[in-house]
Structure formats: structure tokens, C-alpha cells
């Protein structure tokens, strides 16, 4: 089950960073953490809190 939700998760930011215009989810993730100062997955755990 672990293994399916990681799965999706990395689909689901793959998909995104690419509808961005990047072509390398690394770049994506490393470029939201400068702005955000947390990686994308930890963005959207902490959104989930507010």
C-alpha cells in the first residue's frame, strides 16, 4: 500500500512539474524548495494542516 501511495505521489509531481514547462522533476524540486524552503511533498502536507 506504501508503496502504491509513493508511487502516485511521484506521478502526481512528475505530471506537475512537467504542465510547468520542466522537463527534470530534480530541477522542479530543487527550484520550489529555494522559493518555498520545503520540498513539494512537505508543501502539500503542511497545507493540509492550515
Known amino acids: ?3 502504491k501511495h ?3 505521489l511521484m ?3 512528475s505530471s ?7 522537463n527534470s522533476d ?3 524540486n530543487t527550484l520550489f524548495k529555494k522559493h518555498f524552503q520545503q520540498t513539494p ?4 502536507d ?3 494542516h492550515r
Open 6 to 8: 509513493y508511487k502516485y
Open 26 to 28: 530534480t530541477y522542479f
Open 41 to 44: 511533498l512537505e508543501y502539500r
Open 11 to 13: 506521478d502526481f509531481f
Open 1 to 3: 500500500m506504501l508503496k
Open 16 to 22: 506537475l512539474a512537467n504542465r510547468c514547462g520542466f
Open 46 to 48: 503542511s497545507s493540509r
